[in-house]
């Protein structure tokens, strides 16, 4: 294997003083401890490694964001290295809830009622998702990283809790803030006095991407051609967590086949949830031929529950935009996940925890204690918490939206596949002008030739592909 970025040039760089932040989940020291949890999570035996990391003064501890703040020695560098890849290396236990194969995954998941036509205007009911998403995603960037308390709080000074419209800094306590500063690259660009169109995130630059991809090679991609789109078109520094971790894996010359699953300890995570809703808007009704493109985007960079997270979302999306109701949406979503996984589960408490008749704080407090020491971008918490804000919420996009972000997690991506999921029920025409006109009908991105694309073409864009579709 030729030599990683953690071992580049680079590296010194990354680590520097005062660049911490954007070295997060980069170097070996950092992913040891990550890739312990995840192993631990597939059923491995991790004991011996996680000795050998202490016994080099390694910490096995993960912390909430970014990386940790050890510097290594050459020696625990250098461990770290072999650590992670003898942790690579270690069996996988054959585990029926953890299906892999595509024809596996559909085997495993429930048989659901087949949906029905179109209902309404479907590039309305199109553009109401791309304008969803994009307010979701909104809503929840300024308090990206903040935990729920810090959410909380913030609101509560300003005399807003609970959530019903964007941040603003106005009538925050300066002490609040002081604790919970908004997300430094997020508050120049999402707090309402800022919003000035859709700033960019990798939360739309996936759905962005997807689409051309689409358009381009057609339905019947494969993860080469997925691996080949990111070369081509998405910048390094717009990846993070698991596709990070694949990004570099393909510029080492790994096979898109294995990225997933080389120095990649967030393969279980959300990343892949949040890329694949265009799938679904393109396969109105047809949940399983959502997941079945779903399925080669995502195993470029995740496995298991993460994998089984974006066939969950395309799966959503493709109901979405036939569904007149948020439980017919849910229900039909099932049929592209394995039942007895551990995203199934995370979905199914959701859904309960909605239906339970409880208050705002008996569902936070729920969610917060179910899901205690996983993280906070993990899959299966983030994927509960959509799954409550959809029951809870109604379908409803300012109420659904809000509780999503309430929840504090994974706040951007919870925030834009809720709205996505709302918008495309509603259909743009429907939506409270309040969260659209702030939009401004455009869309920021680093994506070669689409900075500032007009969400309203992207729809067109995204209809034309799923009338061609019915239309075959």
């Not at 790994?254 to 279980?268: K, L, M, S, T």
């Amino acid at each position: 294997m030729t030599q990683t970025a953690s071992g580049s040039a680079l590296s010194g760089w990354m680590r520097s003083p005062g660049r911490l932040h954007e070295a997060q989940l980069v170097e070996p020291e950092d992913l040891v401890a990550q890739e312990i949890v995840a192993s631990r999570d597939e059923g491995r035996d991790v004991a011996a490694v996680a000795e050998a990391w202490t016994a080099v003064g390694g910490v096995l501890e993960v912390p909430r964001n970014g990386a940790s703040a050890q510097r290594a020695s050459d020696e625990s560098r250098a461990v770290a290295v072999r650590l992670l890849d003898e942790l690579d290396a270690l069996p996988m236990p054959a585990d029926p809830r953890r299906p892999e194969g595509f024809d596996q995954i559909i085997a495993a998941a429930p048989d659901v009622p087949r949906l029905a036509a179109v209902s309404g205007d479907i590039e309305d009911r199109i553009h109401g998702a791309w304008l969803g998403r994009a307010a979701g995603c909104l809503l929840g960037k300024p308090v990206e990283k903040i935990p729920p308390e810090g959410i909380r709080e913030l609101l509560t000074s300003a005399g807003r809790w609970p959530l019903d419209f964007y941040f603003t800094a106005e009538g925050v306590a300066p002490d609040s803030l002081a604790r919970w500063p908004w997300n430094r690259r997020s508050a120049p660009t999402s707090l309402v006095e800022n919003i000035d169109g859709m700033p960019e995130d990798d939360d739309l630059n996936y759905p962005l991407l997807n689409l051309a991809l689409v358009e381009r090679i057609g339905r019947r991609f494969t993860v080469e051609d997925v691996a080949e789109a990111w070369l081509a078109e998405l910048p390094a520094g717009r990846v993070f967590t698991a596709e990070r971790a694949a990004y570099r894996n393909l510029l080492e010359g790994i096979d898109p086949e294995g990225c997933a699953r080389v120095r990649n300890p967030f393969r279980e995570w959300i990343g892949a949830l949040i890329r694949g809703d265009v799938f679904g808007w393109i396969s109105p009704g047809d949940p399983r031929e959502a997941a079945r493109m779903a399925f080669e985007d995502a195993r470029l960079s995740h496995t298991g529950n993460g994998l089984y997270g974006e066939l969950w979302a395309a799966g959503l999306a493709a109901a979405a935009v036939v569904g007149d109701d948020v439980e017919t949406v849910l229900d039909a979503a099932s049929a592209v996940v394995p039942a007895s996984s551990g995203l199934a589960d995370a979905v199914a408490f959701g859904r309960r925890l909605g239906h339970s008749g409880g208050t705002l704080d008996d569902d936070l407090a729920a969610l917060a204690e179910r899901y205690a020491g996983v993280h906070w971008v993990h899959v299966v918490n983030n994927a509960a918490t959509i799954a409550w804000a959809l029951t809870r919420g109604g379908g409803r996009l300012e109420r659904a939206c809000a509780l999503a972000v309430m929840a504090g997690w994974d706040t951007d991506s919870v925030g834009a596949t809720v709205g996505g999921v709302c918008g495309a029920i509603a259909g743009a025409r429907a939506l409270p002008a309040s969260w659209t006109a702030p939009l401004h009908d455009r869309i920021a991105t680093s994506l070669p030739g689409l900075d500032g694309v007009a969400i309203s073409e992207v729809a067109r864009r995204t209809t034309a592909l799923a009338v061609g579709k019915e239309e075959q």
